[in-house]
Each structure stands twice: as structure tokens, then as C-alpha cells.
């Protein structure tokens, strides 16, 4: 079956400006969180949707913020981006937050703010 | 969620086992011990996890000490493409959802 897919998978954004990106979960996954990867604070976790609904969320500012819709798949955002938000973004899925399973993670989207 | 360490770097030889060691002294009774590996540019991918007892699957072995202290990801014939940055994470299974707390990992480098 098909993993977990992210669009897009690069994309150049300049300081000020705001970005969406998106994920589609495994079929059947309901849980979709999100992880920031840089070189200097390596994997850290943004948020996690279960049911459209946020249950988690890591240290980030209010500018980064996501959803998830009825169909799982999920988006986030960040307005006003700044030079540090460089950095690959990644999705996992999972088929619920219960459970000691695992996550699938997509290839990420890498974005560069200039 | 106990806090992990692990050496930040391995070599192995292509066809050896490569045994990643990695310590988690504060982890408590509820705490599952997992392993994910990163390949360059891609998206961490899921190796193993376990509770107390050893476990194995068809892409390597999880040996959990006794004491759950500490545990090794064993890869059994290692290849160049086992070359990857490999996370212990140890993490508590509740309704409290599926973030993990990912250290610096182990950068395994397998050589011809």
C-alpha cells in the first residue's frame, strides 16, 4: 500500500512570508503528527492530530499551526517565516495515538527560507 | 519519557553484526524501547521495539538487558545500505498520543 506522502517535497520561501504544507496518512492511519529537522537542533515534534482534533504539541510559537481533516490527511502551516525555519519537515501516521505501534514517517518537505 | 544515550558513532564491517548499544538507566516499568533509523535525506523508518524480552524481526534484534538499562539493536549481516544515523527512543504507550523524543543517535557507517 502506499506510505506516507508529502507535497511538496521542496520549496524556497523568503523571510516574511508563509508556507502550507501537506500530508497524506497510510490508508487506514488515523493519527498524523509532524516533526522539524534542522542540523543544530536535529528531531524535534511539532504536533499530532487524532480525529481532526490536536492532542499534542511541542515547543514551537504560535506561528506554526496545523489541522487535519475528516479524510486524515493533514496540513500545517507557518506564517511569517523566518531565517531558522530552514528545515526538513516530516509526517508520520499511525493507525491511532494508543498503542505501542509504529509511526511511518514521508520523505519530508524541505524548505528553504531565504 | 526516559532520556537515552547512545555513542554518536560506529563502524562496521560490510557482512558483520553491527551491535548499537544504547543506554536508558531512568526508564521506568511502562517505557517500550525503540529503534528507528535514518537514512540520509529520508524520513526516519521504524527497526524494532520491545518492553522486556528480546525481540526479532526480519530487519534486526532487540536485546534488552535484565534491568531494562539498557538495550542493543543488533543488525545481523550489515550492508552499505544499513549506512544511517539509528535513534533509541524510549517512550511510555498511553492515550497521551505518539510524540517521541528523538536524541543525536548513533551514525553507523558500514565499510566495504
Known amino acids: 500500500k502506499a506510505g506516507v506522502t508529502q507535497t511538496p517535497r521542496y520549496l524556497i520561501k523568503t523571510r516574511g512570508q508563509q508556507v502550507t504544507l501537506s500530508c497524506s496518512p497510510i490508508s487506514g492511519h488515523r493519527s498524523v503528527s509532524w516533526y522539524q529537522q534542522t542540523p543544530g537542533q536535529g528531531l524535534q515534534f511539532l504536533f499530532e492530530?487524532?480525529?481532526?482534533?490536536?492532542?499534542n504539541k511541542g515547543n514551537f510559537p504560535g506561528r506554526f499551526s496545523g489541522r487535519q481533516f475528516s479524510n486524515s490527511r493533514s496540513e500545517m502551516n507557518v506564517s511569517t517565516l523566518e531565517l531558522g525555519d530552514s528545515a526538513l519537515y516530516l509526517c508520520a501516521s499511525s493507525l491511532s495515538p494508543q498503542g505501542p505501534g509504529e509511526l511511518f514517517f514521508g520523505e519530508g518537505s524541505r524548505l528553504t527560507v531565504l | 519519557d526516559a532520556k537515552t544515550t547512545q555513542p554518536p558513532s560506529m563502524d562496521c564491517a560490510e557482512g558483520r553484526a553491527a551491535n548499537l548499544p544504547c543506554n536508558h538507566s531512568?526508564?521506568?516499568?511502562?517505557?517500550?524501547v525503540y529503534w528507528y533509523r535514518q537514512i540520509h535525506s529520508q524520513g526516519p523508518q521504524y527497526i524494532i521495539h520491545g518492553l522486556k524480552n528480546n525481540e526479532t524481526n526480519e530487519m534486526a534484534s532487540l536485546i534488552i538487558t535484565e534491568d531494562r538499562k539498557s538495550s542493543t539493536l543488533i543488525l545481523p549481516h550489515a550492508t552499505l545500505r544499513d549506512t544511517a544515523v539509528y535513534y533509541c527512543i524510549v517512550r511510555v504507550w498511553s492515550n497521551a498520543g505518539n510524540m517521541l523524543t528523538f536524541g543525536g543517535g548513533t551514525r553507523l557507517m558500514v565499510k566495504p
Open positions: 492530530y487524532f480525529s481532526e482534533t490536536q492532542r
Open positions: 531512568t526508564i521506568s516499568g511502562n517505557e517500550y
